[in-house]
């Protein structure tokens, strides 16, 4: 089955404590993105990338990094988790083509107290 | 940098009517890709329609249709015949492509109630 895989799903933390949300997925696809969603914000993207070893930042890339040293899996690193990160985090992948549809994974939700 | 707009964060639609949902950007390009997102209580995001912006035949998929009006820059979702499952959150994207980078850029979202 086609899917992208987010852990964990639940994760309460506190400031200052490194943690890695982990994404993979099985399609093959070329580009991989993050996206934080806040209420009255919509989504937006923290880190993209358009293969391996090739990374940008998106829109609000400050207190994250991220990774793409395999094709299949890019982590979202918080180094220091501040409590103004407690968000839901969206994974996300598609084929590198102008129509290529964002196949999403099911969401992490971090809280850091 | 393009901006999406959809300035009705809450909307409520009886079953079985049909709903409007509003949808404006902000480009300079001339080529490029609009969405709609739904996100139900599962949290999952979920493609609805797609619409490319050379084409100008409005695209449809089942009970779902766009209009999109390119000159003015909107792109409004129709959901006819409403069902209760079609209570999310739904989410305006649009993305351009340069061959080299592809950006989504996604609006504040519209929470649609569908009521019996």
């Not at chain 1, 982990?22 to 993209?48: A, F, K, V």
């Not at chain 2, 959809?6 to 949902?21: D, N, Y």
């Not at chain 2, 449809?60 to 909107?74: D, L, M, Y």
Request: aromatic content about 12%.
């Amino acid at each position: 089955e086609a899917q992208v895989t987010q852990n964990p799903r639940y994760l309460i933390t506190v400031t200052g404590k490194k943690l890695t949300v982990t994404c993979s997925q099985n399609m093959n696809h070329e580009y991989m993105s993050w996206y934080r969603q806040d209420p009255g914000l919509g989504l937006r993207q923290i880190y993209y990338s358009m293969n391996v070893e090739v990374t940008d930042k998106g829109d609000v890339p400050e207190g994250y990094k991220v990774s793409r040293k395999e094709k299949r899996n890019f982590p979202l690193i918080l180094e220091s988790p501040s409590p103004n990160q407690t968000s839901l985090y969206f994974c996300a992948s598609s084929y590198l083509e102008p129509t290529g549809e964002l196949f999403f994974g099911e969401g992490s939700r971090l809280t850091v107290l | 940098a393009q901006t999406v707009t959809q300035s009705q964060p809450e909307m409520s639609v009886q079953e079985a009517e049909t709903v409007t949902l509003s949808c404006t950007y902000d480009t300079s390009e001339n080529n490029y890709y609009l969405f709609w997102y739904k996100q139900p209580p599962s949290r999952q995001m979920i493609l609805v329609i797609r619409q490319e912006a050379y084409k100008q035949q409005n695209a449809t998929e089942n009970r779902f249709s766009v209009n999109f009006q390119k000159a003015a820059k909107s792109f409004s979702l129709k959901i006819s015949d409403s069902q209760l499952g079609d209570t999310a959150m739904y989410f305006c994207a649009f993305m351009s492509y340069t061959g080299t980078a592809s950006k989504l850029t996604f609006g504040t979202g519209t929470r649609l109630q569908v009521t019996l």
